[in-house]
């Protein structure tokens, strides 16, 4: 039973097309975009990084209904497969084992750049960056190394490894990932996860952000987009919090998503049009 047919013969499907490209030290990764709707031989459109969780998850050519919904409104999406990725091998997989926030980011970086040489209709002064989960962390990462994106949304990210260790339900999440507790090796790891935090450079970023987080979330407690907002706030950086209540790691509730769709896609067309600020505000979702 196809389920969606009358709904589909109502709508176009955008194409995402597959290709491969070199890392800056070296590594092999594979990348994924999808293209926006009614491109034309003049048309230029703006580029949405979209970062998967995990770290060890992985994107493709599957539907995705954001980046479906980006395209028809004429913007591209890329997906990277970064180091840490499944789907390339253990070896792959294991790259970004003791290196959160290090050369998978550079793989995202390194990408964007792959794309915008592919494709001359890609407008490298609109470019925006999202993510779930890792992808919110690796969000708030990137906007601490680069003022390349005019506009992020990181949702659900990990913003200080070292009180995210403290506060997670998953407390064995990071000595996996680093190979000890923080407290161990004379505290040298927990110098490293400090390094290795948004919080820590939050004076870098110029990057407008949009935090996104449930209040309910015990994966990545609600206190980690907390404390960034108000160091962006801080900062001087332009910055919005949306809270949706009920919600735990992620949006699920059908409600939430439309509204948080609607404001990603306002959030990108205020920056990419270099609007004058906005009211910075946390906002909670009824």
């Known amino acids: 039973v196809r389920l969606n047919t009358e709904l589909l013969t109502a709508r176009r499907i955008a194409p995402t097309e597959h290709f491969s490209f070199t890392s800056r030290d070296g590594m092999d990764v594979e990348a994924y975009l999808t293209v926006p709707l009614d491109r034309t031989a003049t048309s230029r459109h703006p ?23 980006y ?21 792959f997989a294991d790259a970004i084992f003791k290196d959160q926030d290090g050369q998978e980011g550079e793989d995202v970086l390194a990408g964007v750049d792959a794309a915008l ?28 190394r680069t003022t390349r994106f005019a506009a992020a949304i990181p949702t659900a990210g990990i913003s200080n490894l070292v009180s995210f260790n ?35 450079y939050v004076s870098r970023v110029k990057t407008p952000v949009m935090l996104v987080h449930g209040e309910n979330d015990n994966d990545v407690p609600i206190a980690e987009a907390e404390q960034f907002y108000i160091a962006l706030k801080d900062a001087g950086v332009p910055a919005m919090m949306i809270r949706y209540p ?3 790691h992620g949006v699920r509730e059908t409600k939430h998503i439309g509204d948080f769709i609607d404001r990603s896609i306002g959030w990108y067309d205020q920056w990419f049009s270099h609007a004058a600020p906005g009211r910075a505000d946390v906002n909670t979702i009824p």
């Open 71 to 91: 395209a028809a409104h004429g913007m591209a999406s890329l997906m990277v497969n970064y180091r840490g990725s499944t789907g390339y091998g253990q070896r």
């Open 166 to 200: 403290y506060m997670s339900y998953y407390h064995d999440y990071l000595p996996v990932e680093f190979g000890a507790y923080p407290h161990e090796q004379d505290g040298k790891l927990m110098d490293t996860l400090w390094a290795r935090s948004a919080l820590r």
């Open 47 to 69: 580029l949405i990084v979209t970062i998967h969780g995990g770290p060890h998850g992985a994107q493709g050519a599957a539907f995705n209904d954001k980046a479906q919904v």
């Open 246 to 248: 009920r919600e735990g």
């Open 117 to 144: 040489a592919r494709h001359s209709w890609l407008d490298a002064t609109r470019l925006g960056v999202e993510g779930t989960s890792y992808g919110g962390q690796l969000a708030d990462w990137l906007v601490t």
